[in-house]
């Protein structure tokens, strides 16, 4: 098998060579060298550093895949598009108002819509780093809020990822789109499982902000207005080269996290002003993945998943989405803040036109791409290692299939535990003594609280015990070196 690599389109820059374009002002221009010359001295200076923390229980990714085995066929594509700050209602199918979704509602039509689908935390980093590994962002030490420019610590790199896992059997990976997961030296994708990244390291409103090619700064001052496009034609690039072998392409697109940004194409072509033009263009981007998945003739045997990282930033107002019926957005642990829209589609795996109300996360991603490909996982006797579960039975059979997760837990942007839910559909605010039956109260209106003693006894016993589990067995993140402002 042989991979053809992504022509580098625009030079390289070394990150201690970074100049900003020439129409910033002399101030401007300063400015950005600065926070840019300090942006890039820091990893390597870091790296060099004795107070780089590699106690971590797994081994390195080198040394995780069994023995090579031959590739068996067909072997499904994995393409995972996530969203950021995108709500439960801003897609077409959960009653969007104001912009249309047709790429997306298509998808719906020819896969699943999962009404009951979370994230592990309702904000950036955390969700971002469960999905990546099916783990409650307190199991490996990823909890904590969001990571920003002067962070130094971020996802260990001896974490199993779903691009690990699938490196073991031959596949090609790809991250195109905002990392967010840690960005100092040895915590970017291409250490992560990735043979490719490209796109930003962190949020839109950060600064200094730039445009990474693997590990390369190769635009230190991008126009924001282009990012959605931009991403969009290397998600297709990478596709193409790789259609004549198995490969995972992750699209974790900025948008729509403000400051908003739309290309001309695109901008005043909703009802609902720059958030719903950002929304139009993200849709157009997963139709043109799908149009090329079916150029190619791979449609068949790609999975493909949507879903956003958490609910919309309301406080944000005309600027942000909507997650109506849902009660609270981003930074809550009500529904709308950790309910999120999600589709898949796979038309040799995934019925056409279902639906599926069973509670399901992106933590079960990683345990269900491992089930239908094969691909190795962590393991450990008498130990759990990941929180997700295999959800394959109900890919096949939505409608019938039940969950196998029995109890789902919300933490908090803080890593706070905060709510537990069942797969019957209760769930338990705990502190604010508040009891939900989302069966009928999705908008978490009706405290039944008073009412039912023994539900909230039996979720708090259960959530207790599944937390206590996960505090005994935590794994460190990778602090880059510790005690440098001390």
């Known amino acids: 098998m042989s991979k053809t690599p992504i022509p580098k389109v625009q030079p390289k820059i070394p990150l201690s060579k970074v100049t900003p374009s020439k129409k910033l002002s002399r101030r401007d221009l300063l400015k950005n060298m600065s926070m840019i010359g300090a942006a890039s001295a820091l990893p390597s200076l870091l790296s060099s550093c004795a107070g780089i923390n590699d106690n971590h229980p797994f081994p390195a990714p080198a040394d995780f895949c069994p023995a090579p085995s031959p590739l068996t066929s067909p072997l499904p594509n994995i393409v995972i598009i996530l969203t950021d700050d995108q709500g439960f209602a801003d897609v077409g199918v959960n009653d969007a108002v104001g912009f249309s979704t047709p790429n997306l509602d298509k998808m719906a039509a020819d896969g699943c819509c999962f009404n009951a689908f979370y994230v592990a935390a309702p904000v950036c980093t955390p969700s971002r780093a469960a999905l990546l590994t099916g783990c409650y962002p307190r199991r490996n030490s990823m909890e904590d809020g969001v990571l920003f420019p002067n962070s130094i610590h971020g996802l260990h790199p001896h974490e199993v990822t779903i691009a690990d896992s699938l490196k073991c059997l031959g596949y090609a990976t790809a991250c195109i789109g905002k990392w967010h997961v840690g960005h100092q030296a040895g915590l970017l994708p291409t250490h992560q499982g990735f043979d490719y990244f490209y796109g930003p390291p962190y949020s839109n409103d950060m600064t200094p902000f730039y445009i990474l090619e693997n590990e390369t700064i190769i635009d230190a001052n991008p126009n924001q207005d282009l990012l959605t496009q931009n991403i969009t034609a290397r998600a297709l690039q990478f596709i193409t080269e790789n259609s004549n072998n198995p490969f995972f392409l992750y699209v974790p697109h900025p948008m729509p996290h403000v400051p908003l940004h739309v290309s001309d194409a695109f901008r005043g072509t909703s009802a609902r002003g720059l958030y719903g033009d950002v929304i139009q263009e993200i849709d157009w981007s997963v139709g043109e993945i799908i149009r090329k998945l079916d150029e190619l003739n791979i449609i068949q045997d790609t999975l493909i998943i949507f879903t956003s990282d958490n609910g919309p930033w309301l406080n944000q107002g005309e600027n942000g989405g909507s997650a109506i019926p849902l009660r609270g957005g981003k930074g809550s642990v009500y529904e709308g803040g950790m309910r999120a829209p999600c589709i898949m589609q796979w038309p040799n795996g995934i019925p056409a036109a279902s639906v599926c109300n069973e509670l399901t996360s992106t933590l079960d991603i990683l345990p269900t791409v491992a089930s239908i490909t094969g691909s190795p996982l962590p393991t450990a006797p008498d130990t759990k290692l990941i929180d997700g579960n295999d959800i394959a039975q109900l890919l096949s059979n939505p409608s019938l299939s039940k969950s196998p997760t029995d109890y789902y837990l919300y933490y908090s942007n803080a890593g706070e535990l905060k709510a537990v ?49 996960i505090n005994a067995q935590r794994r460190p993140n990778r602090t880059v070196w510790q005690g440098l402002f001390s």
């Open 421 to 469: 839910r069942d797969s019957r559909g209760w769930k338990l605010h705990m502190a604010e003594q508040e009891l939900y039956y989302l069966g009928i109260d999705i908008g978490e209106v009706n405290n039944m609280y008073n009412l039912r003693s023994d539900v909230v006894s039996r979720l708090q016993t259960n959530a207790t015990a599944i937390a206590s589990d």
